[in-house]
């Protein structure tokens, strides 16, 4: 299986600040990665998809960027509606694998 | 505008298989270009991919949880349902079913139910 491996696993930052979140996988899965945000008590929402494309309605104040093993997801500027888990989850090969998230938290 | 709605019992006893039902508005279960799958949770960690089904009853299962783990689709009523038998308290989670439609070269879980909270007790 492909471990997926988030750092940090909780970001205190500010609103306004931007934050960078990295995810790092045991073995290369191109470009196959997704990262998503999760409220608590809701469904996860997908942010990003084939590691830097931009799903539809999602703000572009997120991006995402890296191929083979290493991947970032980035805020530009934090917004209040932000604070909130991220996952990211290779769909390269089964079983497909999730990170074990990074919670956002307001400093 | 595409909805899954995930039901089924939300106290199952020990040993006994848990039965979930995923039924989708806004799109075909029949349609090629998206695949279906159930992912779960269990309270307060993180996501686990349980499985995934094709409109032509293929699937594939992750291999922890294969031996107990059947997703079937029913096309008339345009729904997947997930079976996971022999169950424990491991097994005590929220289950979401989610599309994983086609997206720039392949297929990304892009679409997720609300969840439904299964407690295995007796």
């Known amino acids: 299986d492909i471990q997926m491996t988030q750092s940090p696993s909780t970001l205190s930052a500010s609103v306004g600040d931007r934050v960078t979140i990295t995810c790092r996988a045991s073995l290369s899965i191109s470009s196959w990665l997704a990262w998503y945000q999760q409220k608590p008590g809701k469904a996860p929402k997908l942010l990003i998809y084939k590691a830097s494309n931009l799903e539809s309605g999602v703000p572009s104040r997120f991006s995402g960027s890296g191929s083979g093993t290493e991947f970032t997801l980035t805020i530009s500027s934090l917004q209040p509606d932000d604070f909130a888990t991220y996952y990211c989850?290779?769909?390269?090969?089964?079983?497909?694998?999730f990170g074990q998230g990074t919670k956002l938290e307001i400093k | 505008q595409l909805q899954l709605q995930e039901s089924g019992p939300g106290l199952v006893k020990p040993s006994e298989t848990l039965s979930l039902t995923c039924s989708v508005s806004?799109?075909?279960?029949?349609?090629?270009?998206?695949?279906w799958g159930w992912i779960r949770q269990p309270p307060g960690k993180g996501l686990e991919w349980i499985g995934t089904t094709y409109y032509d009853g293929t699937t594939d299962y992750n291999p922890p949880l294969k031996s107990r783990t059947t997703i079937s689709v029913d096309t008339p009523n345009n729904q997947f349902s997930l079976n996971l038998s022999s169950v424990t308290a491991a097994d005590t989670a929220v289950y979401f079913c989610?599309?994983?439609?086609?997206?720039?070269?392949?297929?990304?879980?892009?679409?997720w139910g609300q969840g439904t909270q299964v407690t295995v007790s007796s």
């Open positions: 989850q290779q769909y390269d090969s089964y079983p497909y694998t």
């Open positions: 806004g799109d075909s279960i029949s349609s090629s270009s998206n695949y």
């Open positions: 989610a599309r994983r439609g086609f997206k720039n070269g392949w297929h990304v879980f892009d679409s």
